[in-house]
């Protein structure tokens, strides 16, 4: 069984702050990671994936990859009330099929 | 452009009543999924169809079956619904290879009393 481990939360962050959401997972054959953002009572949306061991940045958005301590991060600088939502972190798992974390929720408070 | 549609997106079922959930995506995709989602669970897979005419099982397969249509639709069927199957329910299709973005639908809330 792959696992993709999450703490639940909440983050708690002050607006402005940086916020980091972390995620390890299992299967050291992996090669596709991904963020999503769920907004409460909507679906999950992508906002970020990575390939390649290193950082990878978008605009305020950070994702960084350590395949040798199976290890994914998801920073978002400058922090804003509307970044408040859970973060998936998603893994391939092989057969264009994707295994999610149980989710981070992230508050950021004005 | 609706993307991935859902339908019901409420439903209350009684144990021992059957329902088949639909989704249609218009975006060409051949792969498509279902998820359902708890609190405090995460998203889990359901079944998936990796192509027109072919559909396997996820990580929580019991108690549900899938039709693949045709391209476009993906049904979700429960012959017997039970209290544990209340939850959350996404389809999905998968969209660019390279970014391997799954598009979601809005989600059905299916209530078993």
């Known amino acids: 069984q792959k696992e993709v481990e999450q703490n639940s939360g909440p983050l708690s962050v002050p607006e402005g702050a940086i916020a980091s959401l972390n995620c390890t997972y299992s299967d050291r054959g992996s090669q596709s990671f991904f963020w999503y953002r769920q907004y409460s009572g909507k679906s999950p949306e992508l906002i970020m994936f990575?390939?390649?061991?290193g950082d990878k940045e978008d605009g305020r958005f950070t994702a960084q990859l350590n395949k040798a301590s199976q290890y994914v991060s998801l920073l978002i600088r400058d922090s804003q009330p509307s970044d408040s939502a859970t973060y998936l972190c998603?893994?391939?798992?092989?057969?264009?099929?994707?295994?999610f974390g149980k989710g981070t929720m992230l508050l950021v408070s004005p | 452009n609706a993307g991935v549609t859902q339908t019901p997106k409420f439903q209350v079922l009684k144990t021992g009543q059957s329902m088949t959930l639909q989704c249609a995506q218009d975006m060409n995709h051949n792969s498509m999924y279902w998820y359902r989602q708890d609190p405090g669970m995460g998203l889990r897979l359901i079944y998936y169809?990796?192509?027109?005419?072919?559909?396997d099982k996820g990580e929580v397969p019991n108690g549900y079956n899938v039709s693949r249509l045709n391209k476009r639709e993906f049904s979700l069927r429960l012959e017997s619904a039970a209290p544990s199957q209340t939850s959350v329910y996404f389809c999905a299709s998968f969209g660019d290879a390279n970014t391997g973005e799954l598009f979601f639908g809005e989600g059905s809330r299916l209530t078993v009393l």
């Open positions: 990575i390939y390649s061991n």
């Open positions: 998603a893994v391939d798992s092989g057969y264009s099929t994707l295994t």
């Open positions: 169809s990796a192509s027109e005419g072919t559909t």
